[in-house]
């Protein structure tokens, strides 16, 4: 070989190498600000962002409302001790009653929990005919339960909403509230409130696929030691099923997805791009996607910066329009303007090879579902609705590693659906387990997880 052939092969090594040092340094630089990486996974010595401006000073302002302890009803106080004051404070004994109204301080305390148990007693007959003993039976409503609605629903409150492990919500129970109770016990339970819930999660699939509007996501969920698997969710504004799926496929996400016809707000996953109708593509996606550009040399960087900047303008408009701060009219009517300017720069930066330029070609690829937002003003540009229903689901993984049987998998939906529908709701999660299980026991049906007064109005 050559010197001009050898320094020529020298050269382009060293270009093939420029090039694999700016991608390992960008995938070393990924976390939860440029990329879709949660927070838990970035490395320990990134730098707390700094707010943009000064914090307030923690503690209550001067003329600030009142926050008092309101007294509990009347009915809710066992005793009464009355205090009568025997000297003044100049000293003086001679005192006497006033009509005004006495202060009243109330000390609130939980007694030793006591359960109520039901004995059935069977007495045994003997037959004077045949000589056979002889027992009246159970009643088909006892027959079906061990435990009662009090303590299926605190199970599910334990195990579902506050995302105890098994042991500890076992030791709650044998412990705080006197049930003698073992593993299997519990397990036992879980399965009976996955039958008791099962109608009512069927509804609420039902109610969410009705709406205009719906925001689907989905994260990790293990299904055993060995399997992955992936729970998805799909919410409005009243309420939000959930769904465990082997596969983060597309075949998922239409079993999700379903009838629904409405308005999807989601990310750019590509299991959502058989759904053809209105999608609005998540601006809090796209923002961390532009930081990630922004980050990188040359002339590339320059483009994502100035994409990072208008999505940061872009949002901060829409927050105003949900604050009141500003008219929807004029939002609109400032709009058309940055829509031309993220277009362009996003098109300016699809001739670049790399990823980066494989970005911004996946983002135009979803052009004519990133204003939708603009047009309809229900609509939000962000999944955070998604993404904060999904979050207790996420904080439990992280604590049980996902679910080891079907069983398991059928209680997760059913019981992460009761306690986001009734959050939505503004309804009381283990007021409505109980009276769910109180019908199922004595087979009558159950109540639906939806409010209903007078006609269901869609939402948003």
């Not at 409150?157 to 519990?186: C, Q, Y």
């Not at 239409?254 to 959502?272: E, H, P, T, W």
Request: net charge positive; proline share 5%; with cysteine.
């Amino acid at each position: 070989m050559d010197k001009d052939a050898y320094i020529n092969k020298l050269e382009n090594e060293i270009v093939q190498l420029k090039k694999r040092i700016e991608e390992l340094e960008r995938l070393l630089g990924m976390n939860s600000k440029n990329s879709s990486n949660p927070p838990s996974s970035n490395p320990p010595g990134m730098p707390a962002e700094l707010p943009r401006r000064r914090r307030k000073k923690r503690g209550a302002r001067n003329g600030h409302q009142p926050h008092l302890k309101s007294l509990l009803p009347q009915e809710f106080v066992k005793s009464h001790i009355h205090l009568k004051a025997k000297v003044c404070t100049c000293g003086s004994t001679n005192l006497k009653e006033t009509d005004q109204e006495p202060l009243r301080h109330q000390c609130v305390d939980i007694p030793p929990i006591v359960p109520h148990v039901t004995e059935y007693i069977q007495h045994i007959s003997e037959c004077k005919d045949c000589g056979a003993f002889v027992y009246q039976p159970l009643p088909d409503e006892v027959k079906r339960k061990h435990f009662g609605p009090g303590v299926l629903s605190i199970v599910g409150i334990l195990t579902g909403d506050l995302n105890t492990s098994k042991r500890k919500a076992l030791a709650m129970m044998n412990e705080v509230f006197s049930v003698p109770m073992s593993l299997g016990g519990l397990s036992n339970c879980e399965a009976q409130l996955t039958d008791v819930l099962e109608q009512p999660y069927n509804k609420v699939a039902e109610h969410v696929r009705e709406q205009d509007i719906g925001h689907a996501d989905e994260t990790g969920w293990p299904r055993g030691n060995r399997q992955k698997g992936w729970l998805w969710v799909l919410c409005c504004g009243t309420a939000a099923f959930f769904m465990i799926h082997a596969n983060r496929s597309r075949q998922a996400a239409r079993k999700l997805i379903g009838g629904f016809a409405g308005k999807l707000v989601s990310d750019r996953y590509n299991s959502y791009k058989f759904y053809t109708l209105i999608r609005q593509i998540c601006w809090a996606h796209l923002k961390r996607d532009f930081k990630a550009i922004s980050e990188a040399r040359g002339v590339i960087g320059k483009i994502g910066l100035k994409l990072y900047s208008l999505a940061g303008k872009i949002l901060k408009l829409r927050k105003r329009v949900r604050d009141g701060t500003l008219q929807w009219k004029t939002f609109q009517r400032r709009m058309p303007e940055l829509q031309k300017r993220v277009e362009s720069l996003l098109r300016s930066g699809a001739h670049f090879d790399g990823k980066l330029g494989g970005k911004c070609r996946d983002i135009l690829e979803h052009e004519k579902y990133l204003w939708t937002f603009v047009q309809d003003q229900r609509v939000e540009p962000t999944n955070n609705a998604a993404e904060r229903v999904v979050r207790q689901a996420v904080l439990w993984r992280k604590g049980s590693f996902g679910t080891q049987s079907e069983r398991g998998a059928r209680y997760v939906e059913r019981i992460l659906t009761v306690c986001a529908t009734c959050r939505l709701q503004g309804q009381s999660t283990i007021e409505y387990l109980r009276e769910a299980c109180r019908c199922h026991l004595n087979g009558i049906p159950v109540p639906s997880l939806i409010k209903t007064t007078g006609s269901l109005v869609k939402s948003a």
